[in-house]
């Protein structure tokens, strides 16, 4: 197993770069890149990043040179053969040949488009545009380095001891976490923290400690390339991306409200199983489940994100009984801002009433939270977006007001048009 700590204090370019493949980003990636492959790829379309987390300057941990050669680093990355061949051999979700021949020749040619960066206030204005199929691959990569350089901005004055102590409580917290979930009956969790990780490494222990000391309740992880070398299953389906696009591109009013239920149409043509699993909340849960067509119903499974929890489960098991469905066969996705606590409260009420899974993100790959003085390795909460495409503002409403994006008149039209009043707004931490 690596040293953590040496490795951190030993840190260079030829063995720590922070992006180490093209692989190194999560499967719903990949799922998202060859739907788009396949119907969009002409699409142009802007990423661009927002720090939600606004009284940490990013600058001020970040040197520009440095994020710079990270960012340059990426656009150096191809497939090897040996991921190449992973991809069109591998089993995922039960299926062989997940990834179509045309597919993965393209992403054998693909290299990572430019990007825009500037320094406005303390923080970084970061953006990628370009054919969607080549900036939505930007996404993982770039919050993956701006979240470790971020890490190796503060622990870089540390020395030998400082970080030996520093990752061994960090890893004492993780194990007792895991301790935790042992004892939880029929637990299915899987490591969804690539985006906001501390670094590559911690992630990959993480992974390992989850091997270990849950056995098969560990389902496996959202990153393609530590799957890869861990030998253990990818992870993953769907983001908001897909409907924000959707319902950018549509010319009416009538289009847009239809769009999130043509990108599910969509999706079904390509994946089937455990990959047919709703996300309802880009533009509202409630009225996402009040409208949508009955075939939706017969979907594996929905993933609740940003609505409270036990509201959001209690919802979906109403909805699939009002249609007739069995909630026990249905499995239910549970993936905002999970840790210990929250994991045993969801698995508490909803154990045995239907199926349920976690992915477990921030507070599993990055949980340094007083740890550091003044909070310096606390996870902060930053994201990259979809801005427009085709020229079109694209808008996320999510069911907590708080992580609406979009120009505030689009927005607006938004709720409008999904019914969106009345939310409750709540406190975004990671």
Request: proline fraction near 4%.
């Amino acid at each position: 197993m690596v040293d953590i700590a040496t490795r951190v204090y030993n840190h260079t370019w030829k063995i720590d770069p922070i992006v180490r493949s093209v692989l190194d980003t999560d499967f719903y990636k990949l799922l998202m890149a060859q739907t788009i492959f396949r119907r969009h790829r002409d699409v142009q379309v802007t990423f661009g990043i927002v720090n939600r987390t606004t009284r940490l300057r990013l600058a001020d941990y970040i040197d520009m040179g440095e994020l710079r050669e990270q960012l340059d680093h990426v656009r150096t990355l191809s497939l090897s053969r040996g991921e190449s061949t992973w991809l069109r051999g591998n089993t995922f979700y039960g299926k062989r040949q997940m990834f179509s021949p045309d597919f993965v020749a393209w992403l054998e040619t693909f290299r990572f488009p430019d990007y825009e960066l500037t320094k406005v206030g303390g923080q970084y204005e970061l953006t990628f545009d370009g054919p969607w199929i080549e900036t939505t691959m930007w996404e993982i990569p770039c919050l993956a380095i701006l979240n470790e350089l971020r890490s190796r901005g503060v622990t870089k004055d540390m020395g030998k001891f400082e970080l030996q102590v520093l990752y061994a409580r960090a890893m004492t917290r993780v194990w007792e976490k895991i301790e935790r979930l042992r004892v939880l009956p029929g637990l299915s969790i899987s490591d969804f923290g690539t985006r906001r990780r501390h670094g590559f490494l911690w992630q990959d222990w993480c992974v390992q400690a989850m091997q270990e000391g849950l056995g098969r309740a560990f389902l496996g992880t959202s990153n393609c390339l530590i799957a890869l070398r861990r030998e253990v299953e990818a992870i993953g389906t769907n983001a908001h991306e897909l409907p924000m696009v959707y319902a950018a591109l549509a010319d009416t009013d009538e289009e847009v409200r239809a769009s999130r239920y043509a990108v599910l149409s969509d999706w079904q043509e390509d994946y089937d199983g455990n990959l047919r699993i709703i996300l309802p909340d880009t533009y509202g849960t409630t009225d996402f489940l009040r409208h949508a067509p009955d075939w939706v119903a017969n979907w594996t499974g929905i993933r609740v994100d940003s609505k409270d929890p036990v509201i959001g489960g209690e919802e979906a098991i109403a909805w699939w009984r009002a249609r007739g469905e069995d909630p026990r066969d249905k499995l239910i996705i549970f993936s905002d801002g999970l840790d210990i606590d929250t994991i045993e409260r969801i698995h508490g009420r909803f154990v045995g009433r239907v199926r349920i899974g976690y992915g477990w993100g921030t507070l599993l790959t990055n949980d340094f939270r007083g740890l550091a003085p003044n909070g310096e390795l606390d996870p902060i909460s930053i994201v990259c977006k979809v801005v427009s495409a085709d020229g079109r503002p694209t808008v996320k409403l999510s069911d907590n007001p708080t992580k609406a994006v979009g120009p505030p008149a689009d927005v607006a039209r938004y709720r409008g048009l999904f019914d969106a009043a009345g939310q409750d707004a709540q406190a975004v931490l990671v």
